[in-house]
C-alpha cells in the first residue's frame, strides 16, 4: 500500500515478484477497499503513476487465473489509459499460469463481451508462451483492429509478417466482414493472389459488407476487390440482389447525396443487358423522376435497346415520358437515340419517325427544330401513314418552323396564310370580396385568435381584435372562458410587431402573466416595443385597444375591415361613427386614423351627405377626409429614370424612390408615419438590414388603396405572402410595385417568391394595371447589371406565358429584347428569343425589331442566332 500511495510502478512490480501467492492474497482486501473509497472522483485526482500502481497490484494479487480473469473481464471499471502496465505483471506469472489464464478468459468472453483491452493480454500471452490461440470474436476483431491502425501502406506487410494471420483471416472473412476497411479489403485481395486468403471467401465477405452499407459507402469496398470475368459470372445472383436494393433507391427520387452514389454504384456492379433486362419497368419508371435519374434510365434503356432487347412499344413509351420533359439535355439525348435507331435498322424509320414528332409539341422551339431536323433527314424510309401522321403532329409546330414543315411534308399549313392569334387568357377577378360582420360570440372570438397565432390572416386579426372590444364589454368572465383553450399556445417572439401581439391583448384581458421570450417576460404590449412605422401603428392600435377594453368607452371599433384587403366601405363607415354619436361616444384616435387611412373613397353624394350630416369632431373628420378624396397618390418613380423610354434604361437597380408627403396629415403621427418616408431605427434591432418580414403582409391593409406606396416603402421586406396582398390590393400599380415583380421573377435566391411574382404579374395584366414597358425596361436593367439572372427571367416569364397569357409575356419581351440584344446579346439570349418566338406566334404578332434582324443576319448556328432568324419570320 505504501508503494501504490507513492505511485512506485516498479517497487510494486518488485514486490509481488518477491511475495507468494498467500501473501499476496492477503493484500487484496486493503487494494480492493481502497479502489472502492477512492470512486470516480477519487481516481481522477491520483496521478497516472498511482492509477497505474493499484491497478497493476490489484491484478497482481488475483492468486488464480480464474480470479485473474474474472478480475480483467468485469473488475476494474477505472483502469489506466495505458495497457503495458497489463503485460508487465502477468509476466510475473508462471507459463502455466498464463496459459489458464488465457483459457479462462475465453470462457468469460463466450459467455458475455469481451473488449479491446482483454485483446492486447491474451495477444501477448499467446505470441510469449505458445499457448493455443482463442478464436472468440473479441479476439479476431482486436487483431485485425490493431493491424488496421497501422500507418498507411504498412498493412500489408504486416499481415504477412504476422505469424498468427494465416490462422486468422479466414476467421475475419467469416466472422467480422464488416469490421474490414476498404483499405484492409485491398490488402487481402493481393494476400489471396500469394494464397493466403481464399478468394471465394474474399469476394463473399465483399459482398456481406456491401449489402449492408449506404451506397456512398459501399462503392469504396466494392471497388476494393475488383471481379475477375469468372467471379463476375457467378455472382449473378448477389449483383443482381444489389441492383433491385439500389433501383429501390433510385426510385424514391431523393436528393443528389443518394442519387449520385447510387448511380455510380450500379455502373460499377456493370450488369451485362442481359442481367438489366428484367428490371426493365424500374427503369421506364425512373423516366417521370428527377433529371439525373431519369438520365440513368434512359443510359440503361438505350444499351437494352442496342443489344436487342427492348421492344418498339417500350421506346415509344420512353418518348412519350421524355420529348416533352422541360429538361433539353434529356429530349437531345432521347431524338439522338432514335436518329441511331433510324440509322441502324431503316425499317424501323416509320415507327421512330411517328416517335420524334412528340417533340413538335415540345415549348422549346429549339426542341422543335431539332425533331424536325430528324424528320428530313430519314423522311425517305417513312411510309404514306406515317407521313400523314406527321403532317398532322406538324400543327403543333410555330410559324417559324410551319413554312419548313410544309415544304418538307407537303401540307398546306404555314405556307402564306395567316395563323389566328390565341385567346389570351388571364386570372379571373372576383370582385369585391366582402368580409363577414363582427364576431357574434365570445366562441368566434376565440376561434378567430386561434386563427391568428397559426397564420397571417387580416380578417382574423381585425375581427379578433373587434371581438374583443365588443366581448370584453358584454361578458368579460363568458370572454375569459372562451379564450381558455386558444392560450394555451403562444406564438413566437419577432422584432417587429406583428398581428400574433393579440395573443398579449387577449393574455391582458384574462389577467394572465406575461408570456415569456427567450427565458424573460415579454412585455411589448406594456411597453409599446415596434421597429418599422407600421409596426408602431399596430402597437399604438393594440394599446389603445387594451385601453377602452378596460375603460370600456367604446363598445366597438371603427377600422373593421369590410373587403379582405383591409379596405373599408365609405358608408358602412360613417354609420358606424353616426352610431358612436348616438351614444355620444368619442372614437379612441388611432381607431378612427387607421379607418380614414382604410376606408374606400368614394363619389356617392349620398354617403358625402350622411358625412356632412355628422356634428361630432370625428364626424367632421371623415366628411373632409371623403370630400377631399383622401390621401394623394405618390409617384415611385427613381430619379433620371428615363419614364418616356424605360425600355432603353440604363444597366442599374432603379430602387424605387419613397417620398414623404408634401403636406401635413391631419393624422396621429404613428398614423401619419406610415404614409411617410421610412428611416431606419438607429437602435441595433434597426441599424441594418430589411424590417422584419414576418408582420409585413399586414402592411398592405393598414394603406389598401396605396399598394404602390407600401411596395416602395416595404423593399427588401416585401415576400411572397405580401406581393401576393399587393397585387389583390386596391390603387395604382405604380413603378415600385412593378418593381418587386420584375426583382423577385430575376433574383437568384428569391424561391418561392418568384412563383408570387409570376401570380402577381398576371393578375396586375387582368386588372388592365400592368405597365409591359415599364417592367420589360426594369426586368433589361436589372440583368444587364447583374442583379438578375437571365435564367430565372426566361423561367418565370414562361410559367407566366404557360398560363395562356401569350399576348401579355410578348409585350414585356417585344420591349425588353432590343436592349438585351444591342452589341453583345446577354446570357440566355437564346433562351429568350425562344419563349418570344413561342410567344408572338401564338398572339399573332407583327412588325419588326431591328435589333432581332441583326442578330438574325449574322452568321453561325449558335441558338442565339437560330432564334432571332425565327423571330425574324414569325415577325415577318
Not at 393579440?502 to 412585455?523: F, I, N, Q, T
Request: glycine share 8%; hydrophobic share 45%; charged share 25%.
Amino acid at each position: 500500500m505504501a508503494l501504490v500511495e507513492a505511485g512506485d510502478v516498479p517497487g510494486v512490480l518488485r514486490a509481488l515478484g518477491e511475495l507468494g501467492a498467500e501473501r499476496r492474497a492477503a493484500q487484496l482486501p486493503e487494494l480492493t477497499a481502497r479502489y472502492e473509497e477512492l470512486g470516480f472522483p477519487g481516481w481522477l485526482k491520483l496521478t497516472y503513476e498511482q492509477r497505474v500502481a493499484l491497478a497493476s497490484a490489484r491484478l497482481g494479487c488475483q492468486v488464480t487465473p480464474d480470479a485473474a480473469a474474472r478480475h480483467l473481464h468485469s473488475g476494474g471499471r477505472y483502469v489506466p489509459a495505458h495497457d503495458d502496465w497489463m503485460v508487465d505483471v502477468v509476466d510475473l506469472f508462471p507459463v502455466a499460469w498464463r496459459t489458464e489464464l488465457v483459457a479462462r478468459l475465453d470462457e468469460q468472453v463466450r459467455e458475455g463481451s469481451g473488449s479491446q483491452r482483454l485483446y492486447l493480454v491474451v495477444d501477448h500471452i499467446v505470441r510469449t508462451t505458445g499457448c493455443p490461440m482463442p478464436e472468440s470474436d473479441y479476439f479476431v476483431r482486436g487483431w485485425l483492429r490493431k493491424h488496421s491502425c497501422a500507418p498507411s501502406g504498412g498493412l500489408l506487410e504486416r499481415l504477412r509478417q504476422d505469424p498468427l494471420a494465416p490462422a486468422l483471416l479466414p476467421l475475419v472473412l467469416e466472422r467480422s466482414p464488416r469490421s474490414l476497411t476498404s483499405q484492409a479489403l485491398s490488402a487481402l485481395c493481393t494476400l489471396a493472389a500469394e494464397g493466403m486468403v481464399d478468394r471465394a471467401a474474399l469476394v463473399r465477405c465483399t459482398f456481406a459488407i456491401v449489402a449492408g452499407q449506404h451506397p456512398a459507402a459501399a462503392i469504396h469496398f466494392w471497388q476494393a476487390v475488383p471481379l475477375t470475368a469468372d467471379e463476375h459470372a457467378r455472382t449473378a445472383p448477389e449483383r443482381a440482389a444489389l441492383t433491385e436494393k439500389l433501383l429501390v433507391c433510385l426510385l424514391q427520387d431523393g436528393g443528389p447525396k443518394t442519387i449520385t452514389p447510387a448511380v455510380a454504384f450500379l455502373r460499377a456492379l456493370a450488369l451485362t443487358p442481359a442481367e438489366k433486362a428484367p428490371f426493365l419497368r424500374d427503369y421506364v419508371a425512373m423516366l417521370d423522376l428527377s433529371s439525373p435519374v431519369a438520365s440513368y434510365g434512359q443510359e440503361v434503356l438505350r444499351e437494352l435497346d442496342e443489344a436487342g432487347l427492348l421492344e418498339d412499344d417500350v421506346l415509344s413509351e420512353a418518348c412519350e415520358r421524355v420529348l416533352l420533359r422541360p429538361e433539353k439535355k434529356l429530349v437531345r439525348a432521347q431524338l439522338s437515340w432514335l436518329d441511331r435507331v433510324a440509322r441502324r435498322v431503316p425499317a424501323r424509320a416509320d415507327r421512330m419517325l411517328a416517335d420524334a414528332a412528340l417533340a413538335f409539341g415540345h415549348p422549346d422551339v429549339s426542341v422543335q427544330e431539332r425533331a424536325l431536323r430528324l424528320v428530313a433527314r430519314h423522311l425517305k424510309n417513312a411510309g404514306d401513314p406515317v407521313r400523314a401522321e406527321l403532317r398532322t403532329a406538324a400543327a403543333s409546330l410555330g410559324p417559324g418552323l410551319s413554312a419548313r414543315a410544309a415544304e418538307l411534308l407537303g401540307t398546306e399549313h404555314g405556307t402564306g396564310a395567316e395563323r389566328s392569334a390565341e385567346a389570351e387568357v388571364l386570372p379571373f377577378l372576383p370582385g369585391p370580396r366582402p368580409v363577414r360582420g363582427p364576431a357574434g360570440t365570445a366562441s368566434e372570438v376565440a376561434q378567430e385568435l386561434a386563427v391568428v397565432l397559426t397564420d397571417d390572416d387580416v380578417v382574423a386579426f381585425e375581427r379578433a381584435l373587434d371581438g374583443l372590444v365588443r366581448h370584453a364589454r358584454l361578458d368579460r368572465a363568458a370572454l375569459c372562458r372562451a379564450l381558455e383553450p386558444v392560450m394555451r399556445r403562444e406564438p413566437g417572439a419577432h422584432r417587429d410587431c406583428g398581428q400574433s401581439d393579440l395573443y398579449d391583448v387577449a393574455a391582458a384581458v384574462r389577467g394572465d402573466e406575461p408570456r415569456k421570450a427567450y427565458g424573460l417576460p415579454h412585455r411589448r404590449i406594456s411597453h409599446g416595443e415596434a421597429i418599422s412605422p407600421p409596426g408602431k401603428l399596430l402597437m399604438a392600435r393594440l394599446m389603445e385597444a387594451l385601453d377602452v377594453i378596460e375603460s370600456g368607452a367604446q363598445p366597438f371599433l371603427l377600422a373593421l375591415p369590410t373587403h379582405v384587403t383591409g379596405a373599408v366601405d365609405a358608408g358602412v363607415l360613417v354609420e358606424r361613427v353616426a352610431e358612436l354619436e348616438r351614444m355620444r361616444v368619442e372614437p379612441a384616435p388611432v381607431d378612427l386614423a387607421q379607418a380614414l387611412l382604410r376606408v374606400t373613397p368614394t363619389a356617392d353624394e349620398q354617403v358625402r351627405r350622411a358625412a356632412g350630416d355628422l356634428r361630432s369632431d370625428a364626424g367632421r373628420r371623415l366628411a373632409s377626409w371623403l370630400r377631399e378624396g383622401g390621401l394623394p397618390h405618390q409617384d415611385s418613380t427613381p430619379e433620371k429614370w428615363p419614364a418616356a423610354d424605360p425600355a432603353d434604361a440604363p444597366p442599374g437597380r432603379w430602387e424605387p424612390a419613397h417620398p414623404g408627403p408634401d403636406h401635413d396629415i391631419p393624422l396621429p403621427p404613428v398614423a401619419a408615419a406610415v404614409f411617410g418616408t421610412y428611416e431606419r431605427d438607429r437602435s441595433p434591432e434597426g441599424s441594418y438590414g430589411p424590417y422584419d418580414a414576418y408582420a409585413a403582409p399586414y402592411w398592405v391593409a393598414q394603406l389598401p388603396h396605396h399598394r404602390d406606396k407600401v411596395a416602395a416603402h416595404a423593399k427588401d421586406s416585401v415576400n411572397g405572402r405580401m406581393l401576393a396582398r399587393l397585387a389583390e390590393a386596391d390603387g395604382p400599380a405604380g413603378y415600385a410595385l412593378h418593381w418587386q415583380i420584375a426583382w423577385k421573377i430575376g433574383y437568384p435566391w428569391a424561391g418561392r417568391d418568384r412563383d408570387a411574382a409570376v401570380d402577381a404579374l398576371l393578375l396586375l395584366a387582368a386588372q388592365g394595371q400592368l405597365d409591359g414597358r415599364l417592367l420589360a425596361g426594369q426586368l433589361q436593367a436589372l440583368i444587364r447589371n447583374g442583379s438578375s439572372s437571365p435564367k430565372r427571367v426566361v423561367d418565370g416569364l414562361r410559367a407566366a406565358a404557360g398560363t395562356g397569357a401569350y399576348a401579355t409575356v410578348w409585350s414585356v419581351l417585344e420591349a425588353a429584347l432590343p436592349a438585351l440584344l444591342r452589341g453583345t446579346p446577354v446570357r440566355e439570349a437564346g433562351a429568350l428569343l425562344a419563349l418570344a418566338v413561342e410567344c408572338a406566334s401564338r398572339c399573332a404578332a407583327k412588325g419588326r425589331i431591328p435589333e432581332v434582324e441583326a442578330v438574325a443576319a449574322r452568321t453561325g448556328s449558335s441558338q442565339t442566332v437560330k432564334h432571332a432568324r425565327l423571330l425574324r419570320d414569325v415577325l415577318s
